[in-house]
C-alpha cells in the first residue's frame, strides 16, 4: 500500500518538490567544478569519490542523528546499503570510465537517456501513465540535454557502452530508491547509501593501491565543495523532491543539471555558451516547467 500523502498531493506539495528537486539538479552540476579543481591539485577518482562519499555520509549521518531519526529495519538498510556500495557506486564507476573513451559531452548525453528509461518503466512498475504533456517534456529535455553537449568527434564503442550503463544503474537507483524510501527518512538514507558507496571505493583505492587522502588545503576544499554541495544538498534534496513526486517527473526535473553545469562552467573557466548550447538550454528549461505545471501522478505501489 502506498503512502496515503503521496496520494494527496496539493499544488503546494508539488511546488515543493519541484523546488528541492531544481536545487539538486544546481547542486550536483557544480560537481564537475568542483572535480577539475580537486583534479588539478593531484586527486585521482577513486580517491575523490572515496573521500567525497564519507565526508558527505557523516556529515549527513551527524545530521540524522541531531534530529534523532530512528534506524531502519534490517531488510530496508539492507537495500540502502545495497543503494549505495553497488548501485551509486557501479554508476559512477562506469561514468568515470565512459569518460575515458569518448568525450564527457557524449557521457553526459548517455548518462542523460535515464529519464527515457525512467520515465518508461515507471508505468508498469509505478503505474504513472504516459500522458502527452509528459512524452512532450521528455523529448524536448532529451533534445535539449542533446544540444547543450553539443558531441563531436568518433565514438569508441566501450565508452559508448559505459555511458549508456551508467544511465541504466542510475534508473535502477531511482526506481528502486523510490519504493525503498516510502518509509525512511531522505537525510538517513542518504548517509547510508554516501557511506556505503564511499566504502566501496575506499575499499577498491586500497585494494589497488590507488586511493590517496587530499595532498593540500585547496584540494581538500574542492572534496568538500563536493560533499557538502554536491552530495549532502544534493542527494538529500533530490531523494526529499523524490518522495513527494514520482520518478518519471523527478528525472525530468533532474535534466537541469547539465545546463547549471554549463552556466557554472562559463562563470568559473569562461567556457561560453554558443547559439546551438543556448537553444538546449531553454529546451530543456520549457522541459522542466512543462513538467512543473503538470499535476502529480499518484504512484500505485505492490
Known sequence: MGNPAIATTPRRRDARADLLLVTSAVSFGALPIFGRFAYAHGMNVQSLLATRFLVAGLILASISLLRGVS?????????????????YAAQSTAYFNSIRFVPAAVTSILLYTYPVIVTVLSRPIYGIPLTRSRLIALAAAIGGTVLVASPHGGLRVEGVALGLLSAVFYSAYILTGKRVLESVDPWLATAVISISAGLAFLGFGLGSGSYAAPGDPAAWLAVLGLALISTVVGAGAFLAGLRLTDPGRASLISTLEPVSTAALAAVFFAELLGPTQLLGGVLVLLAVGVIARAPVEAPKLT
Open 71 to 87: 534506524m531502519p529495519g534490517r531488510s530496508t538498510l539492507g537495500m540502502l546499503v545495497l543503494l549505495g556500495a553497488v548501485g
